[in-house]
């Protein structure tokens, strides 16, 4: 295009300014040129496939055809965006769980089917597994190893996903609950920190969302939310006590495509710091491990220091008491706009 668009313009100061043969028959051609294009397929300049809507003409003016190819490239180029757009949204569709392909049942069996395939998992332990989330699901409760005393239960994800979904029936999070159609049962959708802020706090728990939006260290990593870390489980630290056993909440914490739990911290002699995370993503039978007792070797599967964590962005929940009705309230209203706290 770019040298076509030089002839033309040659051919138009030359035409303006002489009468010569020369001059003439370098209009001439430049008309032939511009009459053979305009009857012709246009390549396109941007996706290489061919234009269909210039249609035969004569003695079409060159500025009129260089319009035109430009109008061309234009609607190429809009329908070349347009096209990458709606690849983007499918991927989003699909990495967020909204394309339809199948809820927390289908997806457990799905990744239980590959350990077994992999030999990661023995087919007496997948026939376990298998009878025992049927359970959970029929009962709304976790009746499986995930107990985390003999006391108390854990509710199972679809039992977490109803709850959510009565926060948003509730008014709570009414953007969250627009962008999933008010439904997450069923669905693979995530659960991400603005989801679980509703859940806790539509059951009266305060609890606030800190944005770690950016890097605050060096090569992209995160020094700032460790700090915040050590903070949250000091304020019960007395005297200089090595170890101290909080009563403290775990901290939800949440990056792109992920989630874990923070139970604690660690401050090492020289000053650094390492957060101790569980990470659903582990090796079950190296958590079980933790359940005959913790030591410093069991320790290492918890362990993450600041150069692990270096996605773009972090979030975290974290609980700070209980609220009142008129404090559920007044967080109901707000939460019609999230905001967050951001560091830095």
């Not at 991400?192 to 969302?209: D, F, M, N, P, V």
């Not at 150069?307 to 019609?336: C, F, M, N, P």
């Amino acid at each position: 295009m770019t040298s076509l668009l030089g002839g033309q313009r040659q051919s138009l100061g030359s035409g303006s300014s002489s009468s010569s043969p020369a001059a003439n028959a370098t209009e001439t051609q430049g008309k032939e040129t511009a009459q053979a294009w305009c009857g012709t397929e246009v390549p396109s300049i941007s996706s290489g496939h061919k234009g269909s809507r210039l249609k035969p003409c004569k003695n079409l003016g060159d500025l009129e055809l260089a319009q035109q190819l430009q109008n061309e490239e234009d609607r190429q180029r809009r329908e070349e965006t347009a096209k990458q757009e709606r690849e983007e949204f499918q991927k989003l569709q699909r990495q967020y769980g909204l394309d339809g392909s199948g809820g927390y049942k289908q997806q457990s069996l799905k990744n239980m089917e590959k350990d077994v395939a992999f030999g990661r998992m023995q087919p007496s332990e997948y026939h376990k597994r298998k009878v025992d989330m049927m359970e959970s699901l029929a009962f709304g409760i976790d009746e499986g190893k995930t107990k985390t005393s003999e006391n108390s239960s854990i509710p199972c994800i679809p039992k977490i996903q109803s709850l959510i979904e009565e926060a948003w029936k509730e008014g709570f999070d009414p953007q969250g609950a627009s962008h999933f159609n008010g439904k997450l049962q069923g669905t693979r959708a995530w659960i991400g920190a603005c989801e679980i802020y509703s859940l806790l706090t539509s059951l009266r728990l305060k609890c606030q969302i800190i944005d770690f939006h950016q890097s605050t260290g060096p090569s992209g990593t995160h020094p700032r939310l460790f700090e915040w870390v050590l903070n949250y489980y000091s304020l019960e630290k007395e005297n200089n006590a090595k170890v101290v056993c909080s009563s403290r909440p775990p901290i939800y914490l949440q990056h792109q495509g992920h989630s874990r739990i923070i139970i604690g911290i660690e401050e090492r002699k020289n000053k650094s710091l390492c957060l101790l995370i569980f990470d659903p993503g582990s090796v079950s039978q190296d958590m079980q491990k933790l359940l005959k007792g913790i030591d410093g070797n069991s320790l290492r599967l918890l362990r993450r220091f600041v150069g692990s964590l270096k996605h773009k962005q972090y979030q975290i929940v974290a609980v700070d008491g209980v609220l009142s009705v008129e404090e559920k309230t007044a967080r109901r209203k707000a939460s019609q706009l999230f905001t967050a706290q951001r560091i830095p």
